[in-house]
């Protein structure tokens, strides 16, 4: 049982119908574009596209790209399990690193169907590992997500004015829209501080408890926190897409990342949207954009769930004891 006043962790609720068939719609769209886009190359290499994509394939260093990302995974691994122990450290209370690490772990197996039920899973674990109410753990992870997008936000932005004789020219757009957030995100900001619509009741709801804790300084420490990831992810894919056959810049991929990884986000199955992305921006690289962009995103996920697996054992033990019952411990 959890303690007075702690409720179970409310299960995420199932897409509805219509956004199942939007989300397979949009996947269905990605993979007839890159269809098209690949068997155009293709024929214009005189080959088949599956002799095509082959040849692609076999020309990629394996095992230099293999060491670099099983070395990025694991640092944001680390990086990542950083971030949720700081928030709920200012949000809900002090619990030690090394008991957040089987927590995040193990919610990366989840996180390879959906990212959003995956932060839900580790606010059931918390709950009955530590008997936090669920409500809070869910504020935070809600808090997270939402900082998260601010921050993709924020260094598409830097990325737009180091980059932007590179970049396409709808990138152009980033700047408004980043204006636009900013102004958004301090309305936000005034709203849950009770200096806007102060009479309003929608502050008091429990899953927006850590909007109503949290301070300014909560949202740049957040991106000051997270940020070493995508810093080390420029120099990652730089080298990689080299390992590849692609050459492109630093100023070039900072632009080019925090858009990608954004429609990584999207919850379609493989985020058939970040692989159509590269493929968009490097269009004279068609095949190994897509051969990169596919593999390096599901070795990423697949990665990560092969570390929640290394942990799974631990998880096991600090959810259900020896006994079978919920261990209070950690």
């Given at each position: 049982?959890?303690?007075?006043?702690?409720?179970?962790?409310?299960?995420?609720?199932?897409?509805?119908?219509?956004?199942?068939?939007?989300?397979?719609?949009?996947?269905?769209?990605?993979?007839?574009?890159?269809?098209?886009?690949?068997?155009?190359?293709?024929?214009?290499?005189?080959?088949?596209?599956?002799?095509?994509?082959?040849?692609?394939?076999?020309?990629?260093?394996?095992?230099?790209?293999?060491?670099?990302?099983?070395?990025?995974?694991?640092?944001?691994?680390?990086?990542?399990?950083?971030?949720?122990?700081?928030?709920?450290?200012?949000?809900?209370?002090?619990?030690?690193?090394?008991?957040?690490?089987?927590?995040?772990?193990?919610?990366?197996?989840?996180?390879?169907?959906?990212?959003?039920?995956?932060?839900?899973?580790?606010?059931?674990?918390?709950?009955?590992?530590?008997?936090?109410?669920?409500?809070?753990?869910g504020s935070v992870m809600l808090f997270v997500m939402f900082c998260e997008v601010f921050y993709l936000l924020v260094w598409a932005t830097i990325g737009f004015y180091v980059s932007r004789d590179s970049l396409p020219e709808v990138f152009g757009?980033?700047?408004?829209?980043?204006?636009?957030?900013?102004?958004?995100?301090?309305?936000?900001?005034?709203?849950?501080?009770?200096?806007?619509?102060?009479?309003?009741?929608?502050?008091?709801?429990?899953?927006?408890?850590?909007?109503?804790?949290?301070?300014?300084?909560?949202?740049?420490?957040?991106?000051?926190?997270?940020?070493?990831?995508?810093?080390?992810?420029?120099?990652?894919?730089?080298?990689?897409?080299?390992?590849?056959?692609?050459?492109?810049?630093?100023?070039?991929?900072?632009?080019?990342?925090?858009?990608?990884?954004?429609?990584?986000?999207?919850?379609?199955?493989?985020?058939?949207?970040?692989?159509?992305?590269?493929?968009?921006?490097?269009?004279?690289?068609?095949?190994?954009?897509?051969?990169?962009?596919?593999?390096?995103?599901?070795?990423?996920?697949?990665?990560?769930?092969?570390?929640?697996?290394?942990?799974?054992?631990?998880?096991?033990?600090?959810?259900?004891?020896?006994?079978?019952?919920?261990?209070?411990?950690?």
């Amino acid at each position: 049982m959890t303690e007075p006043g702690a409720e179970a962790t409310t299960a995420p609720k199932k897409p509805s119908a219509l956004q199942r068939l939007l989300f397979l719609g949009l996947t269905g769209l990605c993979f007839a574009y890159l269809y098209y886009r690949l068997n155009g190359a293709a024929g214009r290499e005189g080959l088949p596209l599956v002799d095509y994509m082959s040849q692609v394939f076999s020309n990629v260093a394996w095992l230099p790209w293999l060491f670099l990302m099983v070395a990025y995974s694991l640092f944001y691994f680390f990086i990542d399990t950083l971030v949720v122990t700081h928030a709920l450290g200012w949000f809900i209370k002090d619990i030690p690193y090394r008991d957040i690490l089987p927590i995040r772990a193990s919610a990366y197996i989840i996180s390879m169907f959906n990212e959003q039920i995956g932060k839900g899973a580790m606010a059931y674990y918390l709950n009955r590992r530590d008997q936090v109410p669920g409500w809070e753990v869910g504020s935070v992870m809600l808090f997270v997500m939402f900082c998260e997008v601010f921050y993709l936000l924020v260094w598409a932005t830097i990325g737009f004015y180091v980059s932007r004789d590179s970049l396409p020219e709808v990138f152009g757009l980033i700047p408004t829209i980043a204006l636009v957030a900013a102004v958004g995100l301090a309305l936000w900001m005034l709203y849950f501080q009770g200096k806007i619509l102060p009479s309003s009741q929608l502050r008091e709801k429990r899953l927006l408890h850590a909007f109503k804790l949290a301070k300014p300084w909560h949202y740049g420490a957040f991106f000051l926190l997270r940020s070493p990831a995508i810093i080390a992810a420029v120099f990652v894919y730089t080298i990689a897409l080299t390992l590849f056959g692609v050459d492109v810049s630093l100023t070039s991929l900072l632009g080019y990342l925090p858009v990608i990884f954004f429609a990584a986000t999207v919850p379609t199955p493989m985020r058939a949207a970040a692989i159509t992305f590269w493929v968009i921006l490097f269009p004279e690289n068609e095949g190994q954009m897509a051969a990169f962009g596919f593999v390096q995103h599901n070795f990423f996920i697949l990665f990560n769930a092969g570390i929640g697996l290394l942990f799974w054992r631990r998880a096991q033990r600090d959810l259900f004891g020896t006994n079978g019952r919920p261990d209070a411990g950690g």
